[in-house]
């Protein structure tokens, strides 16, 4: 897997909720993102972004991992865009 991550680095990535862009990554997958920032979504508001800088997500955490096309990212509507929040993480 770390491997496939090495053609990542120095891109913008998303994360579910999380995007950033890919500084570097170890054997167990913790990743460090930088400009990195949450999208939080809402059945009546538009999508807030949460400015989060500099960010580390543990390995464990991550499930799926690919490339933002930064110019459709750019043309989202995030102001007009609806969706159910994420239900909270219950352990």
Same mark, same amino acid.
Do not use: W
């Given at each position: 897997?770390?491997? /496939? &991550? !090495?053609?990542?680095? =120095?891109?913008?990535?998303?994360?579910?909720? %999380?995007? #950033?862009t890919?500084? #570097? %990554?170890?054997?167990t997958? =913790?990743?460090? &993102?930088? !400009?990195? +920032? !949450?999208? @939080?979504?809402?059945?009546?508001?538009?999508? !807030?972004? @949460?400015? &989060?800088?500099?960010?580390i997500?543990?390995?464990d955490? @991550? /499930?799926?991992?690919? $490339?933002?096309? $930064?110019?459709?990212? *750019?043309?989202?509507?995030? #102001?007009?865009?609806? /969706?159910?929040?994420?239900? *909270?993480?219950? +352990?």
């Amino acid at each position: 897997m770390s491997t /496939a &991550l !090495e053609s990542y680095i =120095n891109r913008i990535l998303l994360l579910i909720v %999380f995007q #950033g862009t890919l500084k #570097g %990554f170890d054997q167990t997958i =913790n990743l460090i &993102l930088d !400009e990195s +920032h !949450e999208r @939080v979504f809402s059945s009546s508001q538009g999508v !807030e972004q @949460v400015v &989060l800088g500099l960010y580390i997500v543990r390995g464990d955490n @991550v /499930a799926v991992i690919g $490339e933002i096309d $930064e110019d459709t990212d *750019s043309t989202l509507d995030l #102001g007009n865009i609806r /969706a159910e929040p994420l239900n *909270s993480v219950v +352990h």
